[in-house]
């Protein structure tokens, strides 16, 4: 009979302890959306700054985000403490990033790109030092196969949840004016305190993971591990691929409801639509898991979604129920895609483990993050040229010429589709299954 974890965790985790750790989550994923999506146009029309200030601005804020990722998950890996290697640097980022969001998200009305560049590289550094910790401490909670989809499913629930939220509350007070209490500035207080608040649920409420390290690893050996870890480069590769493949329709969302629809007003709605379902997704994800594995239950989430989006350029202007539906559809999918592979990342770490014999979450977490921010910035890369090439302008509506707005659809629908089957390729015959996961849990637990 296996002997009870030090650290006071299990494989059957109490649902109490997986709800505390998941909590932070919710104001974490709030500012993510206004980040990527409502601050630029904030300052460049609402603070005043030129577009080239401003994108210039959030172009040094990228590069400082992508230096940030390997440095703290080596940093989160190495830093072990008496309050605990994934507690301390988790709970250190806390009022940095609460802090620079405040800053960042209700500035002067004389802000200049200074100060936008600032703090947001300060925002930058505090929100990488909490998710990284965050996510590694989630993959060491359970050492099961199924307990980790549980905790992640909570998770991304919650993450989903912090998404509505940023997508509401900006638009109750409205952020065209820079001058008064904002809408972005009440979402900049709302995290502010929520952050810190549910951050210390976490930090007090959650045990510190026990750590199954026998031996420290220098990095040039970590990078051979990590090149060797077959099913690792496996997942990431099928990560950021189905990453691109979401990433492409929601940079053009907005377009597409606006232009191909013409229904510029129910953006909004259509959007928190697409949200809401995917929040009821995650449970259904996380049961499809159990039934039949995580790598098939991805497969077949994404080859439903594929099916849906094929149907997308037969629409037409004014089509909007039957749009409704595919994204009430598709917004269900994405829980597969929120909930699965975190899951399925934790699985892979332990082929590390087991062969290095270091944990060493944290820089598995780092670089999935880079998968991710290079996914959603090469999605850009791809979608715009590709509407340019044809023509299409924003904001000119339906009435523009009918080859940009097949173009549109195409690019919106078709392109992912595409991607999502290279994804789902790498996926169906994934190597590392229950039973497989078990066995390196056993090697890893006896040593």
Request: aromatic share 12%; charged share 15%.
């Amino acid at each position: 009979m296996r002997a009870p974890d030090p650290s006071g965790t299990s494989d059957k985790t109490p649902l109490a302890r997986v709800v505390a750790y998941a909590l932070p989550a919710i104001p974490l994923a709030a500012l993510t959306l206004p980040l990527y999506i409502l601050l630029p146009a904030f300052y460049s029309e609402a603070v005043g700054l030129s577009l080239a200030a401003t994108g210039a601005a959030l172009v040094a804020m990228r590069i400082f985000d992508a230096v940030n990722d390997p440095l703290i998950g080596l940093v989160a890996d190495k830093w072990r403490t008496p309050f605990g290697r994934r507690r301390r640097l988790f709970a250190l980022s806390l009022p940095v990033c609460a802090l620079a969001a405040f800053m960042l998200f209700w500035p002067p009305v004389d802000a200049g790109p200074f100060y936008l560049a600032g703090w947001g590289m300060l925002l930058s550094l505090g929100y990488t030092a909490a998710v990284i910790p965050f996510f590694a401490w989630g993959a060491e909670m359970a050492g099961d196969y199924r307990s980790r989809s549980t905790i992640t499913g909570w998770r991304e629930g919650f993450t989903l949840t912090g998404t509505l939220i940023a997508i509401a509350l900006p638009f109750t007070l409205g952020f065209d004016d820079a001058s008064g209490f904002h809408g972005l500035a009440l979402l900049g207080v709302a995290i502010a305190i929520a952050l810190p608040a549910l951050g210390a649920v976490t930090v007090f409420a959650v045990p510190e993971p026990h750590e199954h390290t026998r031996e420290a690893v220098d990095w040039r050996a970590g990078l051979g591990h990590l090149r060797q870890n077959t099913p690792f480069l496996r997942l990431i590769a099928a990560f950021f691929v189905n990453g691109m493949a979401n990433g492409i329709p929601a940079t053009l969302f907005l377009f597409f409801v606006g232009d191909y629809l013409g229904a510029e007003a129910l953006q909004g709605p259509l959007l928190f639509l697409y949200f809401a379902c995917g929040v009821a997704g995650v449970p259904l994800a996380t049961w499809a898991s159990r039934r039949v594995g995580k790598h098939r239950a991805w497969a077949l989430g994404m080859i439903a979604a594929c099916i849906i989006f094929a149907t997308v350029p037969l629409l037409s202007e004014g089509d909007i129920a039957a749009f409704a539906v595919i994204c009430a559809a598709t917004g269900l999918l994405v829980g597969f895609d929120l909930a699965i592979p975190p899951a399925m990342q934790a699985d892979v770490i332990d082929v590390d483990t087991a062969a290095s014999g270091e944990q060493r979450s944290g820089i598995y977490f780092a670089a999935w993050s880079l998968a991710t921010k290079l996914s959603l910035a090469l999605a850009v890369g791809l979608a715009f040229p590709l509407l340019d090439l044809f023509g299409f302008e924003a904001g000119a509506g339906p009435a523009q010429d009918p080859g940009a707005l097949t173009a549109l659809a195409v690019t919106y629908a078709l392109v992912p589709v595409a991607l999502k089957s290279g994804a789902i390729a790498l996926m169906w015959n994934f190597p590392l299954d229950e039973t497989r996961q078990s066995e390196l849990r056993a090697s890893i637990e006896r040593d």
